[in-house]
């Protein structure tokens, strides 16, 4: 049960009504509690992807990866359920999330995640040049670090609220 009260659609403001009326799902109820910062929250979301500094595909690796870190079973369901609408299938999927990939690009874009994610952006020089290598430029390592950014509050939200899994649960940690 949620620590937050759920606010249904119909009681939803300002920016909440919008979101709830389009994605009535459990995070975001939550999240409604407080609608300035949900709305400046959906924009970071919305705005991760649509650069095309990285796919929408590479995205959802983050996301999947940095909530495999995390332990969050709700973002884990519902970027792997997102993800398969980007074109990964349940294999690729828990290749993001295992920090793998399946070819060379997604291996150094998880690395660079990976390294941001585990020392707090003070990555070597090395990290970042085979990033670059990979054929990501400025512009990807500034949309990555959104993407990390938007699934640590996502995931540390999930935690604090306890939010019920409202999409097809996934096994976690997951399966080697």
Known sequence: MPRLSPIEPA???????AVLASTPINIFKGM???PVMMEGLMAMAGAIGKSGAISALEAEAVM??????NGCGYCLAAHTKIA???GADAAKAESFRR????????R?????????????????DSELEAFRAAGFDDAAV???????AWMTFTNLFNHVNQTEVDFPPVVMPVQA
């Open 11 to 17: 009681a939803a403001e300002g920016a909440a009504a």
């Open 32 to 34: 409604a509690n407080n």
């Open 64 to 69: 999947l990866r940095v909530s495999e870190r």
């Open 84 to 86: 398969s609408g980007a």
């Open 99 to 106: 920090g793998e990939g399946t070819n060379d690009r997604e």
């Open 108 to 124: 150094a874009l998880l690395r660079f995640a990976d390294a941001v994610t585990e020392k707090n952006g003070w990555i070597e």
């Open 142 to 148: 500034i949309e990555v670090i959104a993407a990390i």
